[in-house]
């Protein structure tokens, strides 16, 4: 295990079991040993990782406990998908990315930790396919480090279903992006925008995590930007 990663859930207030913690730091190992071949994240520091990767990916913990599927976009080497997976083995988690090397590195990871409630599929989301997800029916879509706001809007419009919910996770820039988009937010049949800022444990590090809510149960639109 990890002092650090302990520390700072603690710090955080978020409860993983002990099984859930030996899990997502042997991720975080793979991962870091997995980059040492090929580009998964630019952070190689193991403790900087544990700040930046998974407790940064765990802040959405809170926001997770309603929702019974969330799809991952742009998921890159399984952030914030397998940490959330590990965390909630009920969770169904659908990650997705269009780089071949880091879809083979999260299916390595779903067979090693046989992660069951994990689903990777390789694609674009704007050219996701039916077949993949069924259209209008997703609890909850995350995103971290995907795109603009506005293109994780147009993007998760198709599969989300009514009442569900988008959330973007950004730096301290995200509060001038959800202003950039109030008009697109509005026409897609996005409400009750809401911007929650976090810092991370040890660097205090600024997070801003956007929440929108699909409200339109007849705006289905399409997957292209």
Sequence with gaps: MSDSFIEGLSRLELQLSEKAIKEEIRFLDELLRWNQRINLTSIRNRDEAIEKHLLDSLLLLPHLHSAKQIID?????GLPGIPLAIALPTLQVVSIDSVGKKINFQKHIKRLLQLDNLTVVQSRMEDLELGALDRGKCDLIVSR?????????????PWLKSGGRL?????PEGRNELKTAEATIGSLGFTDPTILTYHLPFS???????????QNPDFIGDNKS
């Design 73 to 77: 976009m742009g998921s890159g080497g």
């Design 145 to 157: 480090a995907f795109s603009s706001l506005e293109t994780s809007l147009y993007c998760a419009l």
């Design 167 to 171: 959330l973007v996770m950004k730096g």
């Design 204 to 214: 205090q590090a600024e997070r801003q995590l956007i929440v929108l809510r699909k």
